[in-house]
């Protein structure tokens, strides 16, 4: 199993009623049938794309080895560009983190800082 972390973007009132809960599940999960992941390469793409303006976000950080399912790579959206996917409601206890995910000046976003990358 690919053992890269995943991250889902929500609001922090989501995360928050997961964390009481001790699962997540997404409004769109009954409609869709899944949770929709980005690997950190694919975060910033994502919001700006999907979430331009939004102020109350956060980033979910998952651990694919604390799944109970597997993850699918796929694109259902005619791309080429594999993101991964988690068909069944999300435990807590795979989220290693929840980061704050604010939107920089002029509505975009980059990568919080406790992720950026150390190369």
């Not at 435990?91 to 000046?105: I, L, T």
Request: hydrophobic residues 40%.
């Amino acid at each position: 199993m690919n053992a890269e972390r995943l991250y889902h973007i929500t609001t922090a009132a989501e995360a928050n009623a997961a964390r009481e809960r001790g699962e997540y599940r997404p409004a769109a999960f009954d409609r869709e049938g899944f949770i929709h992941c980005s690997y950190d390469r694919q975060v910033v793409a994502t919001a700006n794309r999907i979430f331009p303006g939004r102020d109350d976000l956060v980033l979910l950080e998952i651990d694919p080895r604390q799944l109970a399912c597997p993850v699918v790579e796929e694109n259902l959206e005619g791309g080429t560009e594999l993101y991964p996917h988690i068909y069944a409601p999300l435990s807590m206890h795979a989220v290693s983190a929840v980061h704050p995910f604010p939107q920089k000046a002029g509505g975009t976003f980059t990568l919080p800082a406790t992720l950026a990358r150390q190369d």
